[in-house]
């Protein structure tokens, strides 16, 4: 069964610094996965999704993550963090040997510093 | 992208009764979903709506409960039917327009409050 952890409820960071929203994912064959971000009373936006190819994907708003098969990782980055970026923030896994039914994780939200 | 309408985008009913949501796309979308949500909390599937046959319902929701209806590409209702108050919830509606690939893209939610 296929299953995504978002080990963190939480991430603090400030203005200006990297951040980090960490995603791990359990499937049987090869995932598709997938960042979406919800900000305050608005509904859930796609970010950015790895389907096959280059490691490092790149998405809206200067987001990017990265496909890392051994660690079963994707890890969602950003160089330089906007206090607008504090949302709260789904990594989504999909197997398609099982059907295209999407497993969302539990949520991680970002608080952003001025 | 899709752009997805819900209606209403909020009610509040009492213990025993029934609501219907509408979710509208404007353009035709081959999967259509149905979430429920707790708010600041994560997203879980009811069910999968199917053109021109039943819903696909996951562990823990039946049909009964929560009849689904798809007569269209573009258009899906989502009942909740006897209503308690642990129904209340905001109930989403998702599409994917060629299935497999795709991202998904969201209405804005029907917030539910049963009293």
């Known amino acids: 069964a296929q299953s995504v952890a978002q080990p963190e409820d939480q991430v603090n960071v400030a203005e200006g610094n990297p951040l980090t929203v960490k995603c791990t994912y359990s499937v049987s064959g090869n995932p598709y996965l997938f960042w979406y971000v919800q900000y305050p009373n608005r509904g859930l936006q796609f970010l950015l999704k790895y389907i096959t190819g280059d490691n490092l994907v790149k998405g809206s708003y200067g987001f990017e993550a990265e496909f890392n098969k051994s660690q079963t990782s994707f890890h969602l980055k950003k160089p330089s963090a906007l206090v607008s970026d504090s949302a709260l923030y789904f990594c989504?896994?999909?197997?398609?040997?099982?059907?295209?039914?999407?497993?969302f994780g539990a949520g991680t939200r970002l608080f952003v510093k001025a | 992208s899709a752009v997805i309408s819900q209606k209403p985008s909020r009610d509040i009913c009492q213990r025993g009764t029934s609501l219907t949501i509408q979710c509208q796309v404007d353009s035709q979308v081959t999967m259509m979903f149905w979430y429920r949500q707790q708010p600041g909390q994560s997203l879980t599937l009811i069910a999968t709506?199917?053109?021109?046959?039943?819903?696909?319902?996951e562990s823990g929701f039946v049909i009964d409960k929560f009849p689904i209806s798809r007569p269209n590409l573009t258009f899906s209702t989502l009942t909740v039917s006897n209503m308690s108050p642990e129904d209340s919830s905001i109930y989403l509606c998702s599409v994917e327009r060629a299935g497999g690939m795709d991202e998904q893209f969201f209405g804005p939610g029907t917030r539910l409050t049963v009293l």
């Open positions: 709506a199917n053109q021109g046959s039943e819903a696909t319902y």
């Open positions: 989504a896994v999909r197997d398609i040997t099982g059907g295209f039914k999407t497993i």
